[in-house]
Nanobody, 116 residues
Framework: QVQLVESGGGLVQPGGSLRLSCAAS????????MGWYRQAPGKERELVAV???????NYADSVKGRFTISRDNAKNTVYLQMNSLKPEDTAVYYC??????????WGQGTQVTVSS
């Protein structure tokens, strides 16, 4: 059974930082693509960052230079370091994995609120 468990969300002031974590189980973590998505109220879910098994990363233009995705294959965990947070970063953040045969799994989401 595949499980993705996110943690690290919360309330932060504009300009602040948060680090999200996603612990995975039930998958061969090291060969899967791992990603972070977010969904703000009234908006569609959008890609934030993705990390391939080969170490390549890709980011949404809106977060480039502020967010960093990283992975620890020994701990089956993917991280999202978020710096210089803005109110428009407020959303529910979801961890995502895509297996080599194309199956997609989602975590339950963690709320990030950027507000003064």
């Amino acid at each position: 059974q595949v499980q993705l468990v996110e943690s690290g969300g919360g309330l932060v002031q504009p300009g602040g930082s948060l680090r999200l974590s996603c612990a995975a189980s039930g998958i061969i973590f090291s060969i899967n693509t791992m990603g972070w998505y977010r969904q703000a109220p009234g908006k569609e879910r959008e890609l934030v960052a993705v990390s391939s098994s080969g170490g390549n990363t890709n980011y949404a233009d809106s977060v480039k230079g502020r967010f960093t995705i990283s992975r620890d294959n020994a701990k089956n965990t993917v991280y999202l370091q978020m710096n210089s947070l803005k109110p428009e970063d407020t959303a529910v953040y979801y961890c995502n994995t895509r297996t080599v045969i194309g199956y997609v799994y989602w975590g339950q989401g963690t709320q990030v609120t950027v507000s003064s």
